[in-house]
């Protein structure tokens, strides 16, 4: 059964093929997965674009490597700007270090 009421925030920089499989592990269990390009290298696009795909995955980023509290930071006021009243549906977000 899917978690509805927690968002995951995951901050990603230059992942490997593995991380596709690592997500598709954290679909099977939460209902919202919000995914930080940190500014990774062109090369590392298909990876975000396959799990960008997935409809319980929202992939955001831009293009400069600004290192992780930055990528936490926007990832925060994405979801705040994008995922309405989440603080008051008793929703909680997660932060997931890989």
């Known amino acids: 059964m899917k978690e509805q009421g927690t968002i995951i925030l995951i901050p990603s920089f230059e992942p490997n093929k593995k991380f596709i499989n690592y997500i598709q592990q954290l679909k099977n ?12 290298k062109a090369e590392y696009q298909p990876i975000f674009d396959c799990i960008n795909q997935y409809d319980e ?3 955001i980023g831009y ?3 600004k290192g992780k509290g930055y990528a936490l930071k926007h990832g925060y006021k994405y979801i705040d700007d994008t995922i309405q ?5 008793s929703q909680s977000i997660v932060m997931v270090n890989i």
Do not use: P
């Not at 269990?29 to 990774?40: E, L, P």
């Not at 009243?85 to 549906?89: A, V």
């Open 57 to 59: 995955v929202q992939v």
């Open 85 to 89: 009243n989440y603080s008051e549906l």
């Open 29 to 40: 269990y939460f209902s919202s997965i919000v995914v930080v390009n940190d500014g990774s």
């Open 63 to 65: 293009n400069t490597n």
